[in-house]
């Protein structure tokens, strides 16, 4: 055999031999641990679309949180001090919808949903979200979007933010209620894993990541 031939041959087992044993050096190197993303939970929402587990019997909301001394907190105040004035909140204030104003006077209920919600403060961080796969919103329909909190957690949030307007929620499934009020109802459905829906073969929401959970608002 020439000698060239017996030398490439030589070369060509040596590179095979070193690839080999880089790769199971590679393999039983230990990994660092993937830092965890945000998963929304699994669970479903809780049917009485409130926090607690007691509700009441009539509409299937959560029982008036307690008041008085048996709703305090923390150390009573000494007696013998000087009693000093509520420290004022330090974060920044929940953000909140543009009062509308009451409904025109026999107009039968509010004509878009911003006026329906008229005065709301938005729980969870929730925003606005503009991009839909194949919808055009209109005005009696609104997305918010948020990251870092769990779908029954921002169904719930947004469930006491509405009661605090004077709307009544009836729970229709897991993801799904109607909140009324007069004439008004509005439908509030729950996107768990917004990132991986899809409209046809394209996502329903493109602009969504994993960990996002997506409130559904339609008047």
């Known amino acids: ?101 009451p409904a025109p006077a026999g107009a039968g209920g509010a004509t878009t949903l911003m006026e329906a919600l008229s005065g709301i403060a938005m729980p969870c961080d929730l925003m606005p979200l503009t991009t839909a796969e194949g919808r055009r919103l209109s005005d009696r329909e609104l997305l918010l979007v948020t990251s870092g909190h769990e779908a029954d957690e921002v169904g719930e949030a947004f469930a006491d933010a ?8 009836v729970p229709m499934g897991p993801t799904t209620a109607v909140a009324s009020r007069g004439d008004d109802q509005i439908t509030l459905v729950v996107h768990e894993r917004p990132a991986d829906e899809l409209a046809g073969a394209r996502p329903a929401f493109p602009t969504t990541r994993p960990g996002d959970v997506v409130l559904e608002l339609r008047l």
């Open 1 to 101: 055999m020439p000698a060239p031939l017996v030398a490439l041959f030589w070369l060509w087992l040596i590179a095979s031999v070193a690839v080999l044993v880089y790769r199971q050096v590679a393999r039983r190197r230990p990994r660092p641990p993937r830092a965890r993303g945000i998963e929304p939970s699994d669970r479903a929402l809780r049917a009485d679309w409130g926090p607690g587990s007691a509700a009441r019997p009539e509409t299937g909301l959560p029982a008036t949180p307690p008041t008085g001394d048996a709703g305090r907190s923390g150390p009573e105040p000494d007696a013998g001090g000087p009693t000093l004035p509520p420290s004022p909140p330090t974060g920044p204030p929940a953000a909140s919808l543009p009062d509308a104003g």
């Open 162 to 169: 509405v009661e605090a307007l004077g709307y009544t929620i």
